[in-house]
């Protein structure tokens, strides 16, 4: 099983749709956690980083769920500038310190 | 704001050549990666350092060498290029893993081998 598991996708869906991406993490000693978005042929960038509190950024709400080992990406309101890989990350302060899911792919059509 | 940096941007290499992807990073963080990314795939670690003169194996360390002799610097050197190596390949940094530090990326290096 790996460490960071994600939908597997593609989400394919109509401009201003509310979507949500789930993932899952293994390693209950992961302390920090990311959800990072990446355009096709660019690097990942950070969309924003994830508390215990759960967080909202304009469109964009995550929440992590510890005891489940659990994290959400929602989007609102979906625009076709939302349509990339997003990436799910799980950091730990040992070893390569930064885990990252293998990705879902959103296609927001018009 | 430079950030991480990487050269050459794409390169296309003959199989059986060397060549070595550059990496610099002016954040003065501790933490710099090596990972490539095949065609839809997801990232793959090659090769991570935690510090000026200390390296550390991925998950495809296979056909790559690294070294770390300044906080800034991290080369990452393929020998014998093969076709199995044809990927795009991002360079990372990182402070010390406190909650709320992340990982910045370079813009990637692509790399073709013929």
């Known amino acids: 099983r790996k460490e960071v598991e994600q939908d597997p996708g593609p989400f394919n869906v109509p401009e201003g749709a509310t979507v949500a991406f789930n993932c899952t993490y293994s390693n209950s000693a992961s302390q920090s956690f990311f959800w990072y978005r990446q355009d096709c042929r660019k690097e990942p960038k950070l969309l924003m980083s994830?508390?215990?509190s759960g967080n909202e950024d304009g469109r964009f709400t995550a929440q992590l769920n510890r005891a489940s080992q659990y994290i959400s990406l929602l989007i609102r309101d979906s625009k076709l500038s939302d349509s990339a890989t997003y990436l799910c990350?799980?950091?730990?302060?040992?070893?390569?310190?930064?885990?990252f899911g293998p990705g879902t792919r959103l296609s927001v059509l018009p | 704001n430079a950030g991480v940096t990487q050269t050459p941007k794409f390169r296309i290499l003959k199989i059986g050549q060397s060549m070595t992807l550059q990496c610099t990073q002016d954040?003065?963080?501790?933490?710099m990666y090596w990972y490539r990314q095949d065609p839809g795939m997801g990232l793959k670690l090659i090769y991570y350092?935690?510090?000026?003169?200390?390296?550390d194996k991925g998950e495809v360390p296979n056909g790559y060498n690294v070294s770390r002799s300044t906080t800034e610097d991290f080369p990452l050197r393929l020998e014998l290029a093969a076709p199995s190596q044809t990927s795009v390949y991002f360079c990372?940094?990182?402070?010390?893993?406190?909650?709320?530090?992340?990982?910045?990326f370079g813009e990637g290096s692509w790399l073709t081998v013929v």
């Open positions: 990350v799980v950091g730990r302060n040992y070893g390569q310190n930064f885990v």
């Open positions: 350092s935690v510090g000026a003169g200390i390296t």
């Open positions: 990372a940094s990182s402070p010390i893993t406190w909650v709320g530090n992340t990982i910045y």
């Open positions: 994830v508390y215990s």
């Open positions: 954040m003065n963080h501790n933490y």
